[in-house]
């Protein structure tokens, strides 16, 4: 594997590298943008060879929940999506959304990046084309149902999250998970279902 | 009048007095949040008598919404919600709150209290307290519903208004309000309907 390490002197595979291809990937999305961003200019950053980049991450998509430290990544999104009973699908898409996001440590980072998002222009182009053509356009291709339905499932999980944890309403900030699954899990079955 | 303005020499009444006033409803809002703020406590730091303050602003959530030149008023809310049938009301709210918005110049000041609510404690101390205390546990209590219901349906309009506005998610940024209203206002009618 060596051969593919260019700098010399360091193990390839250690954990190092692989947070170098990651802050090479902060880097690289928050210039770039997710869409423009591609694994190549991802490894030349890192000075590794993409070879090496698709041994830690299958997918771009992948390498942006990682570098962004998400809870969540497309891949499980999708999985969540086919993984049961279409009739089921809005409460497996909220119980897993507020699942993820329910300890501090791994909702921080997401909450990081929607605050950058709201406030900065090249962080709110990334965020937007990650969320769109990484994650929802590809959500309602997969259901055969129109991108503004996604959206709008979106746009309620999105405020859930941040009036129960960045605006910390009561009694939102501190219902159960259950009672928000069954508040909510309709309005997104409803969205994603034609 | 001039007994009821201590300042000599200005004359009280004036577009510049309603100014001094708004400007001093935005200094004790974002130390004291809305709900320790008082009438009195802004009249005092605008140098005027409360009843000045009351001449030009019967309540204070309406100052409030002017002084940050908010798109809509609790005021506005509350006839939203009173005025027509009952299973309309998604409706109405949905559409009222995509019209207000329609304008760049009404839905900025708008914007920029919710980007300094999302990071800055105090802005979201002030912004927290206004919303729920002024708006939606009032709509809540005057509906007979419970408040996590309210905050369901303020989740999704906020999410929708984000969306739109800010990440600027297409379709959802150019989508026209019909089709919004169409896709959101059963939502919200869900929401306020026990």
């Known amino acids: 594997m060596s051969t593919i390490k260019r700098r010399p002197g360091r193990r390839p595979g250690s954990a190092d590298t692989r947070g170098e291809i990651l802050a090479a990937a902060r880097k690289v999305f928050a210039e770039k943008g997710f869409d423009k961003a591609t ?5 030349r950053e890192a000075q590794v060879d993409p070879a090496l980049v698709h041994h ?5 998509e992948g390498m942006f929940a990682a570098a962004m430290q998400l809870p969540f ?9 086919l993984d049961g009973p279409r ?5 497996r898409l909220v119980t897993m ?20 998002a709201m406030t900065h222009e090249q962080a709110r182009t990334m965020f937007r084309e990650f969320i769109t053509n990484a994650m929802l356009y590809r959500v309602a ?16 999980m999105f405020g859930v999250l941040m009036a129960r944890y960045v605006l ?3 009694p939102m900030a ?20 034609t």
């Open 174 to 193: 501190s219902a159960g998970r259950e009672e928000l699954v069954e508040l909510l899990a309709p309005t997104i079955q409803r969205y994603l279902t």
């Open 141 to 156: 291709d997969r259901l055969g149902i129109p991108h503004l339905r996604v959206e709008a499932a979106f746009a309620q």
């Open 56 to 60: 830690y991450f299958s997918t771009k």
């Open 87 to 91: 009739e089921e699908l809005g409460r």
């Open 97 to 116: 959304m507020l699942t993820v996001t329910s300890e501090p440590e791994t909702r921080e980072p997401l909450v990081a990046l929607i605050r950058s």
């Open 73 to 81: 990544s497309p891949d499980l999104v999708y999985s969540v999506v």
């Open 39 to 43: 694994v190549r200019g991802i490894a």
């Open 168 to 170: 910390r309403l009561e």
